[in-house]
């Protein structure tokens, strides 16, 4: 049984940072594709960043060049890094597992693709 439980959410100030860790169990980390997907209020849910089995990386513009994704294969974890954080980035942070060690170009950012999903932690940036 696959199970993804995110971790490292909390409130911070405008300009700060979090990191957030997803730790996998029944599914090894190094041999899939993942991403983080956020949901604001009343939006749909959105990708924020994937990373495939060879550590190639895809990212969302709104975060590019202040999150940061990683694996830690030993531990079977899962890590999105968010610095210079934004109020717009108030948003419940998901981690999500695909079946694949690489996804067309199209999917990388499409929920249906990924099979597994976290239950989600909140992110609040305030102002």
């Known amino acids: 049984q696959v199970q993804l439980v995110e971790s490292g959410g909390g409130s911070v100030q405008s300009g700060g940072s979090l990191r957030l860790s997803c730790a996998a169990s029944?599914?090894?980390?190094?041999?899939?594709?993942m991403g983080w997907f956020r949901q604001a209020p009343g939006k749909q849910r959105e990708g924020v960043v994937v990373?495939?089995?060879?550590?190639?990386?895809t990212y969302a513009d709104s975060v590019k060049g202040r999150f940061s994704i990683s694996r830690d294969n030993a531990k079977n974890t899962l890590y999105l890094h968010m610095n210079s954080l934004k109020p717009e980035d108030t948003a419940m942070y998901f981690c999500?597992?695909?079946?694949?060690?690489?996804?067309?170009?199209?999917?990388?950012?499409?929920?249906?693709?990924?099979?597994?999903w976290g239950q989600g932690t909140q992110v609040t940036v305030s102002s």
């Open positions: 990373i495939d089995i060879d550590g190639s990386t």
């Open positions: 999500a597992a695909t079946s694949s060690a690489r996804l067309p170009v199209f999917a990388t950012f499409a929920p249906s693709w990924y099979n597994y």
């Open positions: 029944g599914y090894t980390v190094s041999s899939y594709c």
